[in-house]
């Protein structure tokens, strides 16, 4: 899905919490918050161990000069890096990778080599390994040390969220059939989510027959969804909110895959907009469930669906002034963005 929702820079990752009401956990992370102030430029931590298997997401912190790596939720990396300089400042929003190249070189400087590159953007912003001098240095893209960018290489695939923002906090799991998938009949569901475990996470790189990666947004300012197949539009509907006049806040959910509830699917769950600013106390699945999509609508996302698949929530509009061409973008049109 090449699309980014931007993120205003005054604004943090909240943390997601839930009740039992909500059926959200926030997940242990495998290193105390002070493991990250210790790295020196260069350094980087790497337990795959600890999530052997399932959707990836990538947190990059800009203040702190840090990525972010969650796996099932649970973080198995942790690293330095460097962002852009004054003048060529790194993007922040959210980004999902469209294209993965080991030997890529930069067709904009110099033929500049770009190791292990992760794109994010059409225009050139990637994850790629390159020189860390301790301080934002780039011309916009995210370096990484190189043994970490190939780590990093190798559990990333087409479609993997890479969320970008002034601070970051741990994922959370959801339990929820997703509200605008709730419109189709139970029995109608299970048969669905059933089928879901015949599904695999999209190829690390696209070929002709590749599995497609398909993603959805939700926009509460237009009252749409809209469902992206390989980042193309390929439908949009209306969307009804309930209560529409209280914000949505801003989130990413990672389809996991299915639940032992059959009627349920398993979620991981990031929000990254400040709840306590929008005067938020919902957690994720309660956030999921005031939405609400026609059965047409959720029967589209439901063939298209598999593990790995985003869905973003937005209170941002994304009509064509606000989003350029094939990178989809839902412009922040706060002046500190």
Excluded at 165 to 194: K, R
Excluded at 266 to 272: D, E, M
């Amino acid at each position: 899905m090449p699309m980014r929702v931007a993120v205003n820079r005054r604004d943090v990752l909240a943390g997601a919490l839930g009740g039992a009401a909500g059926l959200a956990t926030v997940l242990t992370p495998f290193a105390g918050a002070q493991e990250a102030d210790k790295l020196k430029p260069g350094q980087f931590r790497w337990n795959p161990e600890l999530a052997p298997e399932g959707p990836v997401a990538v947190i990059v912190s800009i203040p702190d000069q840090r990525v972010h790596v969650y796996r099932n939720g649970i973080r198995i990396g942790l690293s330095t890096c460097s962002t852009g300089k004054q003048g060529h400042s790194t993007p922040t929003g959210i980004f999902t990778i469209l294209q993965k190249d080991k030997h890529h070189h930069s067709s904009t400087y110099n033929n500049a080599p770009m190791p292990n590159m992760n794109r994010l953007t059409w225009s050139g912003i990637a994850l790629h390994a390159g020189n860390l001098p301790g301080y934002p240095a780039s011309h916009g893209c995210i370096r990484l040390p190189m043994k970490f960018s190939e780590l990093l290489f190798g559990v990333t695939h087409i479609g993997t969220p890479v969320i970008v923002a002034n601070d970051h906090s741990q994922p959370a799991a959801v339990a929820h059939p997703g509200g605008v998938l709730s419109a189709i009949a139970e029995g109608e569901m299970e048969q669905e989510v059933a089928k879901l475990a015949q599904k695999s996470l999209p190829p690390q790189d696209r070929h002709p027959d590749m599995q497609h990666a398909a993603s959805v947004l939700v926009s509460a300012a237009d009252g749409e969804m809209y469902i992206l197949k390989d980042g193309e539009i390929v439908a949009k509907g209306a969307v009804s909110i309930r209560e529409p006049k209280a914000p949505l806040g801003s989130h990413v959910f990672v389809l996991v895959g299915s639940h032992d509830d059959r009627r349920l699917l398993r979620w991981q769950a990031v929000t990254y907009t400040a709840q306590s600013k929008l005067g938020l106390s919902e957690d994720p699945a309660v956030i999921l469930s005031r939405l609400q999509a026609s059965p047409d609508m959720a029967r589209q996302v439901i063939a298209l669906m598999h593990p790995g698949l985003v869905m973003t929530l937005t209170d941002l509009p994304a009509h064509p002034e606000t989003r350029s061409g094939r990178d989809f973008v839902v412009m922040n049109q706060d002046e500190d963005s």
